[in-house]
């Protein structure tokens, strides 16, 4: 067996991606760990800042990895270029993973330079990568991993590979210092069309055990961590795929009160990152819930009032879901933020009427009101779509809204982020689909096969390197 010497693997960490990046490395040090190779590898955690100075301090064959929102490219498009190229010129590699290099593994490479990109859940992808980059194996032939070919004018990529069990993922990495969330839940059974998480984990949900939701619960107390939260797309459907079981969600709530409410830890469920369907807000399940949980709020996704809308995104629920949901919320001691979404795809001055009509309600039953604007993210079913511009009347409502603190979010700064991914889609920066994909790399046909010898030379450099005797 070849094995190589001790390679720095650096690591791009931002807010926007913590929770990923954390979950990532976990699950790699485990299997480094079984596979005795966890010594030959040091990790240097920076951000996109700082990045080029650790780079250039290194001056030897390293990994680059990070992983990418769609958000984050219009502001990041410029450095990211420019860190890859340092990257490339001391001799390392560079891979990107996340729902941007999963919806767009093409503009990935072909735009923002990077070497490789990880499509799908990459956990298992890039252990095996590295596994095999380490054992002198074939590192490309992992599958899930997109590249420039020989040729230089298209990206290949095999089938996506899948972590079948959450229970075999960390969900931190204790031995980086990283915590967050626990994760429970993975996929979604509903594809809404705006969103990326059913497109990126696919529409068969998967959970991580009470006995192992607990268990990692407990170290996170020993840390000092007592603020037990989850990661989940739908936090009321635990074990379960779009009809609840409220049987295991108050299975997972009893136990974890028993066995960290007990020690001093707070559960919270319902709020960020596990924000609640309106379907799923009932007299029973609040009442299965209410017992058991620490926070006083629920997050509760509406998107539109407009049941045309609703039906068009797929978000199978119904408007009158919404209210009633808010109503049942304050009925039981819950404070409610509630989400919608302005210009979307094929809203019109009726869909914003009633919508607005519902806010107002949503409002008057107590609710406070989260505000978002339609992005067009990669992978999903509007990936192509456009922002309707949301009116200067229904801006200056809720503007007014915001002045009453009864609204709050980010969607001014959305509507202007959303132009910019559209520009760089348009530009074909932001690519998506193969056929585009051809374009781009034809244009650039020589850049293209001068970054691939590159990438290959310096591939080998590193699985060429002798061991290091320590």
């Given at each position: ?34 596979e005795r190779l966890d010594n030959y590898y040091r990790f240097i955690l920076t951000n996109w800042v700082n990045v080029s100075e650790v780079l250039s301090s290194l001056n030897r064959p390293h990994i680059l ?172 459907e635990y074990m379960c795929s779009k009809n609840l079981n409220l049987s295991a969600l108050s299975s997972l709530l009893e136990t974890l009160n028993r066995e960290v409410r007990s020690l001093g830890g707070r ?204």
């Amino acid at each position: 067996m070849i094995i190589l010497p001790k390679i720095s693997v650096v690591v791009v960490v931002e807010e926007e991606n913590k929770y990923s990046i954390s979950v990532l490395l976990g699950y790699l040090l485990k299997r480094l760990r079984e596979e005795r190779l966890d010594n030959y590898y040091r990790f240097i955690l920076t951000n996109w800042v700082n990045v080029s100075e650790v780079l250039s301090s290194l001056n030897r064959p390293h990994i680059l990895i990070a992983s990418l929102l769609t958000t984050q490219i219009p502001s990041l498009y410029s450095r990211v270029q420019s860190v890859l190229e340092v990257s490339r010129r001391l001799g390392g590699i560079s891979a990107a993973g996340g729902p941007h290099a999963t919806g767009d593994p093409y503009g990935t490479i072909l735009n923002l330079g990077f070497d490789l990109a990880f499509i799908g859940e990459a956990e298992e992808n890039f252990a095996e990568f590295v596994i095999e980059l380490t054992q002198g194996g074939n590192p490309l032939s992992v599958s899930g991993v997109a590249t420039i070919s020989e040729g230089g004018v298209k990206v290949s990529y095999s089938n996506k590979r899948r972590v079948l069990s959450l229970d075999l993922v960390p969900p931190f990495c204790r031995e980086l210092g990283l915590f967050n969330p626990i994760e429970i839940m993975r996929g979604c059974p509903h594809a809404c069309r705006y969103c990326q998480v059913s497109y990126l984990f696919g529409t068969f949900p998967r959970f991580r055990s009470t006995e192992n939701v607990v268990s990692f619960a407990k170290e996170l107390l020993t840390r000092g961590i007592r603020d037990i939260r989850f990661v989940s797309p739908s936090g009321f459907e635990y074990m379960c795929s779009k009809n609840l079981n409220l049987s295991a969600l108050s299975s997972l709530l009893e136990t974890l009160n028993r066995e960290v409410r007990s020690l001093g830890g707070r559960v919270y469920l319902g709020t960020f990152p596990s924000e609640v369907r309106p379907e799923h807000v009932t007299e029973e399940t609040l009442r299965t819930v209410k017992a058991y949980v620490d926070n006083k709020k629920l997050n509760i996704g509406a998107q539109t009032g407009s049941e045309r809308l609703l039906k068009l995104l797929h978000r199978e629920h119904g408007a009158d879901d919404v209210l009633n949901a808010v109503a049942i919320a304050n009925k039981h001691g819950f404070k409610v933020d509630v989400d919608y979404m302005f210009g979307l795809p094929w809203e019109d001055s009726q869909d914003l009427e009633i919508t607005m009509k519902q806010i107002e309600r949503v409002i008057q039953l107590g609710g406070r009101i989260h505000c978002h604007t339609f992005i067009p993210l990669p992978g999903t079913p509007l990936s192509f779509a456009s922002p309707r511009a949301i009116p200067e009347t229904v801006k200056s409502k809720l503007v007014k809204l915001m002045g009453r603190g009864k609204l709050w979010g980010q969607w001014l700064w959305q509507e202007r982020l959303a132009r910019d991914i559209v520009l760089l889609r348009e530009n074909n920066v932001i690519v998506i689909n193969y056929k585009r994909a051809s374009e781009v790399a034809t244009k650039k046909s020589e850049l293209v096969k001068r970054r691939f010898d590159v990438f290959y030379n310096n591939l080998r450099k590193i699985m060429s390197l002798n061991i290091e005797t320590t």
